[in-house]
């Protein structure tokens, strides 16, 4: 395996992380106005992913800078055409921090409403930008001989990345679900049972419908073989079938595993779909970009293996100590 190839097989590996563990924290403020019944249910809600937000936000930056480091053309390529939409994703990652924060220093019910509805609406509108975004890799965007983008942001909005965007919003819709019928108690618990239950099955039926899109767009947009990207496709559907059983049955942890292996398949299948190109040219394929097109000189490429080979087993150890820390079910505020 070449450096180039472990790169993007180590973004994908980021943002399979970032899609798991920043997925339940999104679910959860996508359910926040509906699972909470009173102000201390919905402080027991955000306590659930208030020690965890921030560290999981940290496999987006890591996945950023690696792209940048390892692929300046794919970074500047992709940050060019999808301006826009970065630009707003960032804005409702803003706002859904300042949600966390300012919704403490008032008592008055209109004021935290109103945080409470900005940090749903955030965790909503991003998870499905995200999901545009990273499907538009696949499907294709408008670029020149010389990899410049030559659309405007409605070319990124398409029947399959929209259909990705939504995919993605609810999957981590019933992921949040999942992972609070592990965190909470008593009626809270029941509620997040409840709504995991109810969820499992539409969302299983639209996760594996826009699976079974993406190893077609691989076969007709990127040239790729069907079995490739057939296979994570496969896996995460069997995922969310034994995800709809162990959530009807009530094995909350179970169930968890299973959106966890759901979220991971959505990336695996379109990064696998989207090899051995970073980024496919439309209507103009011969203008993709390619993995060793993309990529930074081999020097480079080795000095940043090395970093990453020391400091990410840091931050792993870290992380896992936190979710150690805090593993402990949520009732009523932590304050």
Do not use: K
């Not at 965790?123 to 975004?133: E, K, M, N, Q, Y």
């Not at 691989?218 to 296979?231: I, K, S």
């Not at 779909?273 to 097109?293: C, F, H, K, M, Q």
């Not at 990410?312 to 402990?328: A, D, E, I, K, S």
């Amino acid at each position: 395996m070449t450096l180039e190839i472990f790169w993007f097989c180590a973004i994908a590996v980021l943002w399979g992380g970032y899609f798991v563990l920043e997925g339940f924290d999104f679910g959860i403020g996508e359910l926040l106005p509906f699972l909470a019944r009173d102000e201390d249910e919905r402080s027991a809600l955000l306590g659930t992913i208030g020690p965890h937000w921030d560290g999981n936000e940290v496999w987006l930056v890591i996945a950023a800078g690696a792209t940048f480091a390892a692929f300046p053309v794919w970074y500047a390529t992709m940050f060019s055409a999808f301006y826009l939409v970065l630009l707003l994703i960032l804005v409702l990652l803003i706002v859904r921090v300042l949600s966390f924060e300012w919704r403490e220093r008032d008592e008055g019910a209109r004021w935290r409403g109103a945080w409470c509805w900005a940090n749903t609406v955030s965790s909503v509108v991003a998870p499905f930008l995200w999901g545009v975004a990273l499907a538009s890799l696949l499907y294709g965007i408008p670029l020149d001989r010389n990899g410049d983008f030559t659309g405007t942001v409605l070319d990124l909005f398409n029947g399959y990345t929209v259909a990705a965007g939504v995919a993605v919003a609810l999957l981590f819709a019933l992921h949040g679900a999942t992972f609070l019928s592990l965190r909470a108690e008593g009626a809270l618990r029941e509620r997040a049972v409840i709504v995991a239950r109810r969820l499992s099955l539409p969302v299983a039926l639209v996760v594996v419908a826009f699976l079974g899109w993406t190893v077609a767009a691989a076969v007709d947009r990127n040239e790729r073989d069907l079995l490739a990207p057939l296979v994570p496709a496969a896996i995460g559907g069997l995922a969310l079938l034994f995800g709809v059983v162990f959530a009807r049955r009530g094995r909350s942890g179970w169930a968890f595993g299973m959106t966890a292996v759901a979220s991971l398949s959505i990336v695996a299948t379109l990064f696998t779909a989207l090899y051995d190109r970073v980024l496919v040219s439309a209507p103009n394929p011969e203008n993709s970009l390619t993995i060793a097109g993309a990529a930074t000189e081999h020097y480079a490429l080795s000095v940043i293996t090395v970093i990453a080979a020391v400091l990410l087993p840091v931050m792993l150890l870290y992380q896992g100590w936190t979710y150690h820390v805090f593993r402990v079910r949520l009732r009523r505020s932590p304050s």
